[in-house]
């Protein structure tokens, strides 16, 4: 193959990087009942909706925060991010499924998530006062193929979800859970690494007596120079410790220091559910089977057109298919099965990972001749 197809092939799958890329929470299901998360288009509605997702309207184009603000609230919750006006109720114990828009597949990384008590109102919290401690962290989980499998694959895999354990330990009361994908795609160069925090108000139940009365600010949890943020994925790594502080105590997963394997039970995510318009919690919920699940804080028609989610102020979150009838999407085949064959009717997500898909089986095609396969990675962004 030469120098320019690849070329060429590069581009076009940069290109569709920068239209597809990042992502926001758009849909929690807290104990099997889902409710409505934020979108930056949400503050263009009259009046914007309270949703249990804090807001923050600055993310228009889905971006990332650099390590270079890692001082700055922004990595805290994101983007100018304000509080959610509503809270998802969990008992200690149970569990929270964070829905993804489409996540990028070249934007591999570990999903992290942190805990952190309002000792009070979390509609009117202090974000900078916020402690937090880690529930949940998942890195590098197989790196037999450079660049690996890790925990944004598995979270792609599951329908762009992840599921996570709100400890059993912890006190009943208002709690802000952060959410966060750290994408490394480019963190081979300093200041390269992509992180995408996102935060959701809670309100826990039970009996637990830890009330998480310590913790790490927000703008204490990364340095610029972390091993698990400065670091090139394109090259063997033998293991990935996952930034950030240790995993607490009572916590169901593992921080992820081990070689290779960074999982943690969290890891086993489940489909999302498909959204109904009551706000009655199913009974014994189950992250393997909240289809399901019902719907809180809002019920709004589901666009089923480009053109109805372009003009549509309140984005809803897409159905997914059920726990007993999964539609298959095809991907890197076609009509005719072959791979590479572009289906009809795709969309710009599942035309990124076709073109992936493209590229190297191109450069396997050439390293089978050549005996030898090089690797390139251009930073996207």
Known sequence: MSFIKLAILAGVITSFSKVSAHGTVSGIVADGVYYQGYSPSMQYASPPPAVVGWSIPQDLSNGFVAPDAYANADIICHLGATPGQKSATVKAGGTVELQWTPWPVSHHGPVIDYLANCNGDCTTVDKTKLLFNKIDGVGLIDDTTVPGNWASDKLIAANNSWTVTIPSSI????????????????????????????????????????????????????????????????????????PGPAVI?????????????????????????????????????????????????????????????????????????????????????????????????????????????????????????????NRAHARSF
Do not use: F
């Not at 750290?182 to 300093?190: D, E, F, K, P, Y």
């Not at 719907?295 to 997914?320: E, Q």
């Open 171 to 242: 006190t009943p009361g208002n709690y802000v859970l952060r959410h966060e994908i750290i994408a490394l795609h480019s963190a081979g160069t300093a200041d390269g690494a992509q992180n995408y925090p996102q935060c959701v108000n809670l309100k826990v139940t039970g009996s637990g007596s830890n009330d998480l009365s310590t913790g790490t600010l927000g703008t204490k949890l990364y340095s610029e120079t972390d091993p698990g943020i400065l670091i090139n994925i394109y090259t063997a790594i033998s293991s990935y410790l996952v």
């Open 249 to 373: 105590s009572g916590a169901s997963s593992g921080s992820g220091s081990t070689p290779h394997a960074s999982g943690s039970s969290s890891s086993a995510v489940a489909p999302n559910p498909t959204p109904s318009t009551t706000a009655t919690p199913v009974s014994s919920p189950s992250p393997t089977a909240v289809a399901s699940a019902t719907v809180s804080s809002i019920a709004v028609p589901v666009p089923t057109t480009a053109a109805a989610v372009v003009s549509s102020a309140v984005p809803t979150p897409t159905p997914s298919p059920s726990a007993t009838a999964t539609a298959s999407k095809p991907v890197a085949t076609g009509a005719g099965g072959a791979p590479g064959d572009l289906p009809k009717g795709v969309t710009l997500t599942e035309l990124l990972q076709w073109l992936e898909i493209v590229l190297k089986n191109m450069l396997a095609s050439e390293g089978s001749s050549s005996q030898k396969v």
